[in-house]
């Protein structure tokens, strides 16, 4: 391509014409950027694993030794702590390693699996909050009238979020597309730059876009909006009891922020994916795709940030996990907010 250079499972953003690039497999890309910035790109890795190990650990810990936060509705906000400590452990862990030696050292084989790793969790917590919205919706509008949200609802909904991950993170492994090196070579995502013969990238692009992207949001984005509607006409006609209100509009806050967080982090890497397949052979820099693709990374935080803050119960928990004292309290005052959220008539 005029404007990239396209190799063996790899496509590097700058022409050869001046004979410098090489394979990011086996060649420090320092050509690409300075060295400075693969460190960059490593310290700023070394971040978000010191923070998303301990914040998503903890939250997988607390859940597991605390029988009140095993409520049916909780469980959806276990998956997504999940989702991102698989994104830590087997995603940032191989891409920090690569950008200190400022290249994928991994080879294919490794970026095969990276990239499916990161695209997996990152599907998991999209998939998790399509869930979690529809979950609220049943519960605060009641589509369905009087409807007891059970374990087995909530279950259904955990194994939905990783069969619809994997529709969309396996295919690459099983030759509908693959996994390259994209920005700097230091981390894999779908290839989005090649018409590689035999992948037919052009049709598998499409159908993650559309089916695990657009349709998704969408979905969030009706559900959300009926259930905003209602939680607003309920405390106009004063339908519920003030507490339960409370709780509801707390609820529905979390979720929306959470939903607002992830859209943050992926929506730029997602357009710039777009707009650069739609323009096949476009000139851009490694940098320009490196920031939106390591930044999209962050989102592994943003969940369990916004429900420690937002909800209490978790708080007091956490707190109580990591020897604060008086956290004792705060978690048993604010019970009511997950059994509010665990019934069906609210």
């Not at 999940?82 to 991994?106: D, N, P, Q």
């Not at 970026?111 to 998939?127: D, K, N, R």
């Not at 876009?209 to 209602?230: D, K, Q, R």
């Not at 007091?316 to 907010?337: P, Q, R």
Request: charged share 10%.
């Amino acid at each position: 391509m005029q404007n990239g250079t396209e190799g063996h499972n790899f496509y590097i953003p700058m022409s050869n014409r001046t004979g410098v690039v090489r394979s990011p497999y086996l060649y420090p890309q320092y050509y690409l950027a300075p060295k400075w910035q693969f460190y960059g790109l490593a310290f700023y890795m070394f971040i978000l694993i010191c923070i998303g190990f301990p914040i998503n650990g903890l939250t997988l810990y607390v859940t597991a030794t605390n029988k009140r936060l095993r409520q049916p509705l909780n469980f959806i906000l276990v998956n997504l702590a999940a989702a991102g400590m698989i994104m830590v452990l087997f995603g940032f862990t191989i891409t920090i390693t690569s950008a200190l030696y400022g290249y994928f050292v991994f080879g294919p084989l490794g970026c095969a699996i990276e990239g499916f790793m990161a695209t997996l969790g990152g599907e998991v917590a999209l998939w998790s909050l399509v869930v979690l919205a529809i979950e609220r919706y049943i519960v605060v509008c009641k589509p369905m009238g009087s409807f007891t949200f059970t374990a087995t609802h909530a279950g259904a909904g955990v194994a939905f979020t990783w069969i619809a991950a994997f529709a969309c993170a396996g295919p690459p492994l099983f030759g509908w597309s693959r996994y390259i090196p994209e920005g700097m070579q230091c981390s894999c995502g779908p290839d989005y730059y090649t018409l590689a013969e035999g992948y037919n990238n052009e049709s598998y692009v499409i159908y993650m876009f559309v089916c695990h992207f657009i349709i998704p949001v969408c979905l969030i984005g009706f559900t959300y909006g009926s259930l905003v509607l209602t939680v607003k006409a309920a405390a106009a006609s004063q339908q519920d009891s003030e507490s339960t209100q409370k709780a509801e509009r707390e609820v529905t806050r979390m979720c929306v922020l959470m939903v607002g967080g992830f859209l943050i982090a992926w929506t730029p890497y997602a357009s710039l994916a777009a707009y650069i397949f739609f323009n096949k052979g476009i000139a851009f820099t490694a940098q320009s795709m490196a920031v939106p693709a390591f930044f999209s990374k962050s989102s592994a935080l943003f969940n369990p940030f916004i429900y420690v803050v937002m909800n209490k119960q978790f708080r007091g928990c956490m707190l109580s996990a990591v020897g604060i004292k008086g956290a004792e309290d705060e978690t048993s005052v604010s019970a009511s907010k997950t059994e509010v959220s665990s019934v069906g008539p609210a």
